[in-house]
C-alpha cells in the first residue's frame, strides 16, 4: 500500500540523537478529549486518570455535550483549577462523534488520544504510547493498547498485536480497541479525516478503517485502559441503530475497500460486520435477529471461523446459545492457567 506523504515536521520528531522524542525542544504536546453527556458521577475518576499520568505535557479538552447541568458546574475545584483542564460546552446534545470533533478541532497537541467519560487509563498509558511512537518508523501514526472490560458478566481483556499496515486485519474483523485506547498523530488526522458524525455506533472503527489506510498502527502490548460495558446507556446496546443505520452505511462505505482486496476480503468483511451486528442482537436479547445475522455471516463466508462458535447455538434461540455460552465460561474457569 502506498501511504501518503510524511510531513517533514514527524521526520524530524523521529530522528533525535538523544533517542527521546522532542518537538521544539519539549515532549511532544498530548491533547486528551473527554466527550461527555450527563454522567457527573463517573466523570471526575475519568479526569483524574489522565491529571494523573506519568507524562507532563498534556492539555485535556472535556467537551460537555449539552448535558442537562453543565460539566463545568459539577466538576471539583481541584479538577476545574488545574491549568491543563479546559472544558468546552455544546448548547445541545449533538452526539459523541460531534463532540470528539469539537475536541480535535480546538486541540493544540501533536498527538490526540481520547477518554470516554466512564473509562480510565493506568498511569502509564501515555507515556508508553509516547515511547513507541518515538520508536517507531515514521509511518507510524496510531499505537493502540490492551483493553480489559468489565461487565455485569464477567471481565474480558482484547489482547491484538498486529503492527504495521492493518487494513487487511481490519477487514477480517481485527479489533484494535475503542477511541479510549488510541493515541494518534495529528497529522494523520489531517489525511484520513475526522470521525464520521452519521455512525450512531461503531464509530471508533469506523474511523481505523481510514486511519489504516493513511499510517501504520503499532501496539503497547500491555493492558493500559479500562472499559466498563453492559449499561443500559451504553452505545453497545443500541442494537436497532447499528442493524437500521451503522451497518449498511458501514458496508457501503468501505465495501469498495474490501473489493480492491479480492473476493475472500470482500466476503469476510461482510462476514464479520454481520457477526458483528449478531453478537451486538444477543446483548440486546434479540435472539432471532442473532440467528439471522449468524447464517447471514456464514453465507457471507462459510470459511470464517470466528462465526462457527456461534452458528449452531444460535439455531436454538436463547436456552441454547446461553447454555452453550454458560458451558464455555465454566470450562474456561476450570482450565489452569499455564
Known amino acids: 500500500m502506498l501511504y501518503l506523504s510524511i510531513p517533514v515536521y514527524r521526520l524530524q520528531l523521529k530522528i533525535n540523537m538523544s533517542g527521546e522524542c522532542h518537538t521544539n525542544g519539549e515532549n511532544p504536546l498530548v491533547s486528551v478529549v473527554i466527550p461527555t453527556y450527563g454522567r457527573d458521577g463517573r466523570l471526575p475518576a475519568a479526569i483524574k486518570s489522565v491529571l494523573n499520568q506519568q507524562y507532563d505535557r498534556i492539555e485535556l479538552l472535556v467537551v460537555d455535550d449539552g448535558s442537562p447541568t453543565p460539566v463545568a458546574t459539577t466538576l471539583p475545584e481541584d479538577i476545574l483549577s488545574d491549568g491543563r483542564v479546559k472544558t468546552i460546552r455544546h448548547k ?19 498527538y490526540v488520544a481520547f477518554l470516554d467519560d466512564d473509562d480510565r487509563w493506568d498511569e502509564t498509558k501515555l507515556r508508553k504510547q509516547v515511547d513507541t511512537f518515538t520508536e517507531s518508523s515514521p509511518e507510524t501514526g496510531v499505537v493502540y493498547t490492551w483493553v480489559k472490560r468489565e461487565s455485569s458478566t464477567g471481565t474480558t481483556v482484547s489482547t491484538p498485536s498486529a503492527a504495521g499496515e492493518v487494513v487487511t486485519d481490519l477487514l477480517t474483523g481485527a479489533n484494535f480497541g ?3 485506547s488510541v493515541l494518534v498523530d495529528t497529522e494523520v488526522i489531517s489525511d484520513a479525516g475526522l470521525p464520521d458524525e452519521r455512525f450512531p455506533a461503531w464509530q471508533d472503527r469506523e474511523w481505523f478503517f481510514r486511519l489504516a489506510q493513511a499510517c501504520e498502527f503499532q501496539p503497547v502490548t500491555e493492558t493500559l485502559t479500562y472499559r466498563q460495558t453492559g449499561r443500559e446507556d451504553s452505545i453497545t446496546a443500541k442494537f436497532e441503530q447499528k442493524r437500521d443505520v451503522a451497518y449498511p452505511l458501514f458496508v457501503e462505505k468501505h465495501g469498495s ?4 482486496y479480492g473476493k475472500y476480503y470482500k466476503r469476510t468483511f461482510l462476514a464479520s460486520m454481520r457477526r458483528s ?5 444477543i446483548h440486546a436479547g434479540r435472539y432471532d435477529e442473532a440467528r439471522k445475522y449468524f447464517l447471514l455471516a456464514f453465507f457471507a463466508n462459510p470459511l470464517y471461523r470466528p462465526v462457527h462458535p ?16 454458560s458451558l464455555r465460561r465454566k470450562l474456561t474457569e476450570t482450565i489452569p492457567a499455564k
Open 92 to 110: 445541545e446534545n449533538r452526539g459523541a462523534n460531534v463532540a470528539r470533533n469539537t475536541g480535535i478541532q480546538t486541540s493544540n497537541g501533536d
Open 178 to 180: 475503542q477511541f479510549s
Open 257 to 260: 475497500l474490501a473489493a480492491e
Open 277 to 281: 451486528l449478531a453478537r451486538s442482537a
Open 310 to 325: 456461534h452458528l449452531l447455538p444460535s439455531l436454538g434461540g436463547e436456552w441454547t446459545y446461553e447454555g452453550v455460552a
